[in-house]
């Protein structure tokens, strides 16, 4: 299993919990549970692969992905009182998946030869828009165009990649990467920080 699809698949897992959680809190049905946790977890990447013309999208390919969410997405609700009962379960789940998802968006625009520049928008895109779709689905205001800092962790995390690959090894390039946007949003929501707020 290579490093690249090992991380696909940990950034499918943890927003799929993500999105199947914040369902729950909305106190959605069963099928409401398990459709919110496939778009917030396989929603970025759809959008990424439609922008660069990959097509069939990444998820019907194969029916790993799908089947990943769908399981993910019923021990999810199997395990909801356990979930519950972890308070900080909800934004440590979005970092991590917010961390995974970035990096795989970048790789993607690397493999598809672009500059590093839309390498970083496709990471941005992979890592934030699935929460954006499952924030519209569950009528809230998406967590990227609020006050949180969301995607300029992924953008601080793209610009690093591309500053340490030409010194280090690519993976832990890749590791630093998930773990800096993975702290930057943590650190963000334990000490309230966020961006300029601006008023007509």
């Known amino acids: 299993m290579s490093v690249s699809y090992l991380i696909e698949l940990l950034g499918v897992i943890v927003f799929t919990i993500s999105g199947a959680f914040s369902a729950m809190q909305k106190r959605f049905d069963a099928f409401g549970v398990l459709i919110i946790g496939f778009v917030t977890a396989l929603g970025g990447g759809t959008i990424r692969d439609v922008l660069i013309g990959y097509t069939p999208v990444s998820w019907m390919r194969t029916a790993n992905l799908p089947l990943i969410t769908l399981v993910t997405g019923i021990l999810t609700i199997f395990f909801k009182q356990y979930i519950k009962n972890l308070k900080t379960t909800f934004i440590i789940f979005d970092a991590v998946g917010l961390g995974l998802f970035t990096m795989i968006g970048i790789q993607r625009g690397v493999a598809e030869g672009l500059s590093p520049e839309i390498c970083i928008i496709l990471g941005t895109i992979t890592g934030s828009f699935g929460g954006v779709l499952r924030d519209i689905l569950l009528n809230n205001i998406p967590q990227i165009f609020r006050k949180e800092i969301y995607a300029t962790a992924c953008i601080v995390g ?43």
């Open 158 to 200: 793209g610009v690093v990649y591309f500053l340490l690959i030409g010194t280090f090894d690519k993976n832990i390039a890749r590791l630093v990467t998930i773990s800096l946007i993975c702290g930057i949003r943590l650190v963000a929501v334990r000490y309230n920080l966020s961006m300029p707020k601006f008023y007509a």
